[in-house]
């Protein structure tokens, strides 16, 4: 199995709501991503996990939470978005510094 | 820290070749290439790990020149399967990873 799910595939919320984005993946990678794509550009790194440890953190704003409850899952808690927090978020995982598997991604609507 | 790709954009006739360019400003310890086709996620298409290494992959291949910092993508022979806009990326240790701006190529019949 080479894929990496993601849900839900569109997320319409308000700047009150509370949401979450789920990234799976059952390929024994140890690297999971989260990376943030605005239209015509290129995806921006937000979040690594290493080991189900927080590696990385791009100086991305608190209302973006990310867990890893377990070795093949990745959650995006999102609360008090703002519209410009629109986009498409990525989910990747890795063996390490190696080819990154990307999901299909979860395209994100704040109103 | 992004590295910068040229060109920005480039249009082929089905059958004709084409390079793209990734550089940077820091040093590369590695140089991943990527396609993403409108709509879909980035779809992994090789990487080199070491100065004067070079890859290829069917008609796609790449260079990666380290001392000069920068890695070139060649697409020989491009057929219309090849359009979307490909992005180089690098990473200086396990875990940070930057993509480059990005190359949008669009092949027509």
């Known amino acids: 199995d080479t894929e990496v799910t993601q849900t839900p595939k569109h997320l319409v919320m308000g700047m009150t709501n509370k949401k979450s984005l789920k990234c799976e993946q059952h390929?024994?990678?140890?690297?999971m991503y989260w990376y943030k794509q605005k239209a015509k550009k290129p995806p921006e790194l937000m979040f690594v996990?290493?080991?189900?440890?927080?590696?990385i953190n791009e100086s991305v704003p608190s209302r973006f939470s990310p867990e890893c409850p377990n070795s093949s899952l990745l959650n995006l808690h999102l609360h008090a978005l703002q519209p410009e927090d629109s986009a498409l978020y990525l989910c990747?995982?890795?063996?390490?510094?190696?080819?990154?598997?990307f999901g299909p991604g979860t395209r994100l609507t704040v109103l | 820290q992004q590295p910068v790709q040229s060109p920005q954009a480039v249009i082929l006739r089905e059958g004709e070749d084409a390079v793209i360019n990734c550089s940077s400003s820091?040093?590369?310890?590695?140089v991943h290439w990527y396609r993403q086709k409108h709509g879909e996620a980035p779809v992994f298409l090789m990487i080199?790990?070491?100065?004067?290494e070079q890859k290829g992959h069917e008609k796609i291949s790449a260079s990666f020149n380290e001392k000069k910092q920068q890695s070139s993508l060649y697409l020989t022979a491009s057929q219309l399967s090849y359009s979307g806009t490909y992005f180089c990326?690098?990473?200086?240790?396990?875990?940070?990873?930057?993509f480059g701006s990005g190359t949008k190529l669009n092949v027509k019949p």
């Open positions: 990747a995982s890795s063996r390490g510094g190696d080819e990154q598997f």
């Open positions: 390929m024994g990678h140890r690297a």
């Open positions: 996990y290493s080991y189900e440890k927080l590696s």
């Open positions: 820091k040093a590369l310890y590695s």
């Open positions: 080199l790990l070491k100065g004067g």
């Open positions: 990326g690098t990473g200086n240790n396990f875990n940070k990873f930057y």
